[in-house]
């Protein structure tokens, strides 16, 4: 990773050049596009907005150029310049202009409600859109035998109703995803230590705590008594909350002297028991924010 980072540092055209393939193959995979964007956003870090903007116009013709061999249309490289670049560039200014990544995280949410309030004006209801785009999934499971048509339909309703929030909770992570990684490419070339230290100490405004826990308490009851878009609002902070709650993990093991291995058993289980896992993340980043877990065995340890 830091030949990477040195490699994007060298110049505006070998910076262009990194995040037009990476974006370009994320189109195959698409968490490459984690990596183009994090390629923009440590220019922005760096170098500040002038020379992020002479990387942005050259990618994005090189984009243009290249989507027009592949698939005879310049225009994805709209796609790649808004969703995959700008909205890092952005952040990335902020967290150059205050040094705080909690302030910059929290800022993540503005885009977070940006993604859903786009589906609501594209799809006017996002979840008989996504109902119609996901029903042949649910006809191969049925012709496969995973489950009959009750089943079938069960599922289809609840996955449909939950789209507009998942797909706004990956972009928000996706986007922050990305410029966790800028900052700690940044570290590894010019201050080794800095972005682990930074992100270990992230704590989020009590405001987002409150939203997380109403976001909770939502989740508690039918759906059909509150209206679809606070849950998709909902979903969004509780994505917030997942990263405070994997901070608090960091920074708990940085505090505890041959922690390590417990790091390592917390990502398994993430992989794992993926849904109860994420569901103790976001608690343990709710409770931390008036708790402040971190502290505590900071004072403990020192008494």
């Known amino acids: 990773m830091k030949a990477v980072a040195s490699f994007v540092m060298r ?7 990194v995040a037009t393939v990476l974006a370009v193959l994320s189109i195959i995979i698409p968490f490459i596009g984690v990596f183009s964007s994090a390629s923009v956003a440590l220019v922005t870090l760096r170098l500040g907005g002038l020379a992020t903007a002479k990387v942005l116009l050259l990618a994005t013709f090189a984009c243009a150029l290249l989507m027009t061999l592949i698939f005879g249309n310049p225009l994805a490289a709209l796609g790649f310049l808004l969703v995959l670049w700008i909205p890092v560039v952005l952040l990335g200014l902020l967290l150059r202009n205050t040094r705080s ?37 649910s006809q ?52 080794p230590g800095g972005f682990a230290e930074e992100y270990q100490q ?3 405004h009590r405001f987002v705590g409150v939203a997380g826990a109403a976001a909770l308490l939502l989740g508690l009851l039918p759906e059909q008594s509150y209206p679809a878009i606070l849950g998709c609002l909902g979903a969004v902070v509780l994505g917030l909350l997942f990263l405070q709650g994997m901070a608090v993990i960091h920074g708990l093991v940085k505090l505890i002297k041959s922690a390590q291995l417990w790091l390592v058993v917390t990502y398994l289980m993430l992989i794992v028991f ?30």
């Open 274 to 303: 993926l849904p109860q896992m994420v569901l103790v993340m976001i608690s343990i980043g709710l409770l931390d924010i008036w708790i402040d877990f971190r502290a505590r065995f900071k004072t403990q340890n020192s008494g």
């Open 11 to 17: 110049g505006p055209a070998r910076s262009a050049m």
């Open 101 to 137: 990544l909690a302030l910059t995280t929290q800022a993540g949410l503005i885009f977070g409600l940006l993604a859903i309030l786009v589906q609501y004006i594209s799809m006017g209801d996002p979840a008989t859109f996504w109902r119609e785009y996901l029903e042949p999934m």
């Open 202 to 204: 992230m704590r989020l």
């Open 140 to 191: 191969r499971f049925i012709e496969a035998g995973l489950f009959d048509q009750a089943q079938s339909v069960e599922v289809l309703d609840q996955l449909s109703s939950m789209m507009c929030g998942l797909v706004s909770v990956g972009f928000l992570l996706q986007m922050l995803l990305s410029l966790y990684v800028a900052r700690w490419w940044q570290a590894i070339l010019y201050n």
